[in-house]
Antibody
Framework: EVQLVESGGGLVQAGGSLRLSCTAS????????MNWVRQVPGKGLEWVSY????????YYADSVKGRFTISRDNAKNSLYLEMNALRVEDTALYYC????????????????????WGQGTMVTVSS | DIQMTQSPSSLSTSVGDRVTITCQAS??????LNWYQQRPGKAPKLLIY???ELPRGVPPRFSGSRSEKDFTLTISSLQPDDFETYYC?????????FGRGTKVEIK
C-alpha cells in the first residue's frame, strides 16, 4: 500500500524545537521529490519546504527560512523537518507530501503536483 | 511571491448544479496550476494538474480550464461527495502558493 505516515508532532513552548518525521511505503522513495505543507486547523494551506531527489535542491518558505531544516534519509524511506526557534504562528497540522512532475507528449514539463499526502501531525506552540 | 486570488470563498448550491470556481495568478504561471479537494479532517487530494488534466480516478464531471493567468475549476453536476473545500495552487515557482479556498456548501 502506498502511504506516507508523519510523526513527531506535539506541544512545545515558543522558542523550542521539534523534529517531524515522515515514513514512506509502497513507493521508490529516493526518486520522489518531497515537501512539507502546513495548515492551521480550519484555515488554508501553506507550503513550507521542498527537497528534491535524491537529496536536493532545497527550498523554504520565507516564514521558516533559517529556523527549519528539511532533510531525507533514502535508506530509511524517511523525510524530516527539524524545527527550531518555534513561534506561536507555527502552530499547524504538518503534512508530508510527494511532488510528481507532469510532462506533455513533447516531454516538456507542464506542472508539478502534490499527489501523495500523509495524514498530518499536529504541532502546537504555546506562548 | 506569486499570489493566487481564488473566488468565491464559499458558495451554497444543490446536487445537480453546475459549479465554477476561479483562480487568478498575479503573474504568468503557464499551466503550472493544480486544484485540490479537501474533506474535513482529511488531507487534500489532487483533483486537477497542469490546469486541465485529471489524475486517474477523478470523475469526469470535474474539469479545468485556463485563459492566460485565469484558471477555472468546473463541476458539471454536483454530487453529494463534492460538498467540500477546493484550493488552487501554483507550482511554477517557489514559494508554491495556494488560493484561500472555496467551501462548497449545501443550499
Amino acid at each position: 500500500e502506498v502511504q506516507l505516515v508523519e510523526s513527531g508532532g506535539g506541544l512545545v513552548q515558543a522558542g523550542g524545537s521539534l523534529r517531524l518525521s515522515c515514513t514512506a511505503s509502497g513507493i521508490t522513495f529516493d526518486t520522489y521529490e518531497m515537501n512539507w505543507v502546513r495548515q492551521v486547523p480550519g484555515k488554508g494551506l501553506e507550503w513550507v519546504s521542498y527537497i528534491g531527489s535524491p537529496s536536493g535542491p532545497i527550498y523554504y518558505a520565507d516564514s521558516v527560512k533559517g529556523r527549519f531544516t528539511i532533510s531525507r534519509d533514502n535508506a530509511k524511506n524517511s523525510l524530516y523537518l527539524e524545527m527550531n526557534a518555534l513561534r506561536v504562528e507555527d502552530t499547524a497540522l504538518y503534512y508530508c507530501t510527494s511532488f510528481t512532475n507532469y510532462y506533455d507528449r513533447s516531454g516538456d514539463k507542464i506542472s508539478d503536483g502534490f499527489d501523495l499526502w500523509g495524514q498530518g501531525t499536529m504541532v502546537t506552540v504555546s506562548s | 511571491d506569486i499570489q493566487m486570488t481564488q473566488s468565491p470563498s464559499s458558495l451554497s448550491t444543490s446536487v445537480g448544479d453546475r459549479v465554477t470556481i476561479t483562480c487568478q495568478a498575479s503573474q504568468n504561471i503557464n499551466s503550472f496550476l493544480n486544484w485540490y479537494q479537501q474533506r474535513p479532517g482529511k488531507a487534500p487530494k489532487l483533483l486537477i494538474y497542469a490546469a486541465t488534466e485529471l489524475p486517474r480516478g477523478v470523475p469526469p464531471r470535474f474539469s479545468g480550464s485556463r485563459s492566460e493567468k485565469d484558471f477555472t475549476l468546473t463541476i458539471s453536476s454536483l454530487q453529494p461527495d463534492d460538498f467540500e473545500t477546493y484550493y488552487c495552487q501554483q507550482s511554477f515557482r517557489t514559494p508554491y502558493t495556494f488560493g484561500r479556498g472555496t467551501k462548497v456548501e449545501i443550499k
